[in-house]
């Protein structure tokens, strides 16, 4: 089972335990609670190190997949400060989140053939689209660079790496036409969504 996949899961099941402020979880409890989840989706045990979890809750702590859970250790025990946090909850639509989230998930496609993996990922590259209003001229028209396809992240291989460069789409002359129009609402996408999809 891909990496990535595993941390969703484990991601998945630490919320799981914390949520509600029902008790509090030693990192042992941690441990064996993720590597129960594990062997569910994979069909075989393997005990999860004490590392990983110590890692995922730095993740979960930390606005590197936009998650910034509460997480509190007290004598050795985790729990959420706020036990009505939960990462199910949480919206991605900041572009910058969105394209982390994005490269975090190309890393699935090799080896995780799911039917609703790729929606997904359209759904990311669209919410990574940066509006950005500095107008430019170009025959004699002014025109938003709003109006502009603006892609900070781009699949450059076959190993599907990203490339922190910008990709500028110019407008066609049809879109010219729309540019009294009000730009698109970017879709909702949040993290319980994605779960839901990919860990059915």
Request: aromatic residues 8%.
């Amino acid at each position: 089972m891909p990496a990535t996949l595993n941390a969703l899961i484990r991601y998945k099941t630490i919320n799981s335990c914390l949520y509600g402020g029902r008790r509090k979880w030693s990192i042992r409890e941690l441990i064996d609670a993720c590597s129960a989840a594990l062997a569910d989706a994979r069909g075989r045990y393997e005990p999860i190190s004490e590392r990983t979890i110590r890692d995922d809750i730095r993740v979960m702590r930390s606005d590197i997949l936009g998650f910034n859970a509460p997480i509190t250790q007290e004598k050795g025990l985790y729990y959420y400060s706020d036990p009505q946090y939960s990462i199910f909850t949480l919206a991605i639509t900041d572009p910058d989140l969105a394209a982390r989230i994005l490269s975090f998930l190309l890393k699935l496609r090799k080896e995780f053939k799911h039917p609703e993996l790729e929606s997904i990922l359209d759904i990311l590259r669209n919410l990574a689209i940066r509006p950005v209003v500095k107008p430019i001229m170009t025959n004699q028209l002014i025109i938003p660079e709003s109006h502009f396809k603006i892609r900070e992240f781009i699949e450059l291989d076959a190993d599907i790496e990203i490339d922190r460069q910008i990709s500028i789409q110019r407008l066609s002359n049809e879109c010219i036409n729309e540019l009294s129009v009000a730009p698109r609402q970017k879709p909702e996408f949040s993290w319980g969504y994605l779960f839901e999809r990919l860990l059915k």
